[in-house]
């Protein structure tokens, strides 16, 4: 994973290059995407900075994430019949390990998937613009409490 605290710079110059206002709050945002701990949700983002930003609303936080959506800063991952949720420290299409019992998500650090989507380009003649790429399971916290 990506260092957070350089992923954080970068986010920060992005909105900087781009004349955006960066508020505490808004800051405080960018901090929880760029260690994407868990692939939050926009509530469990607002639930992370609520305890610091009382003032902050749902909205707010909204607006911050769809801002870094649009400038590709923030991969959004959206399932059926859940929130949407977040990558912001690889912005990029990668593979993902996703718990259906507690909605865990992590990201999954396997060599042979990178290569997939230049195979795949290579042996279709498509140029990929993007990919998902998802294995769903139950994880092994849920599967100790299951037994
Ligand atoms: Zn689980
Ligand atoms: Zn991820």
Redesign the pocket.
Known sequence: MPDPETRLEELITRLRERDHRLTPQRLAVLKVLAA?DG?PSVEQVYERIKPDFPMTSLATVYKTVTLLKEMDEV?ELGFNGGSNRY?G??PYP?P?LVCTKCGAIE?LEVDALNGIPRQVAQDTGYRIVSHRLNFFGICPKCQAEGA
């Open positions: 994407s692939h991969l990558d420290n690889k990668h993902h990201d």
